[in-house]
């Protein structure tokens, strides 16, 4: 199986900024892409940002559009999150997933549309 392991976690002002890295150990006998999700305390994991690696598209949440910046190699078989900006909402576990299934852009923002995932990172953003 497919080893997902995040990093860059930490904690940080309200308007800093956090770079997220994401590796695997050991590669997917394909990956079409790779994507970040964060969840609260008491709150549904929801999606972040995500990237394809076919054409190097990138995908974002509302939340998060403008201030965070996704980017990735797949031949290193790693994906970060640029996070500027930050703001106390921000605050989460921060998990990294795979999309080991062609999908095409098909659930790219909900969890079951990914197949393998990191066990998360925590970003806590104070005010």
């Known amino acids: 199986q497919v080893q997902l392991v995040e990093s860059g976690g930490g904690l940080v002002q309200a308007g800093g900024s956090l770079r997220l890295s994401c590796a695997a150990s050991?590669?997917?006998?394909?990956?079409?892409?790779m994507g970040w999700f964060r969840q609260a305390p008491g709150k549904e994991r929801e999606f972040v940002a995500a990237?394809?690696?076919?054409?190097?598209?990138?995908y974002y949440a509302d939340s998060v559009k403008g201030r965070f910046t996704i980017s990735g190699d797949n031949a290193k078989n790693t994906v970060y999150l640029q996070m500027n900006s930050l703001k106390p909402e921000d605050t989460a576990l921060y998990y990294c997933?795979?999309?080991?299934?062609?999908?095409?852009?098909?659930?790219?923002?909900?969890?079951?549309?990914?197949?393998?995932w990191g066990q998360g990172t925590q970003v806590t953003v104070s005010s």
């Open positions: 990237i394809s690696w076919s054409g190097g598209s990138t």
């Open positions: 997933a795979d999309r080991s299934v062609y999908r095409g852009t098909r659930y790219l923002t909900e969890s079951y549309g990914y197949d393998y």
């Open positions: 050991r590669r997917t006998l394909r990956s079409y892409g």
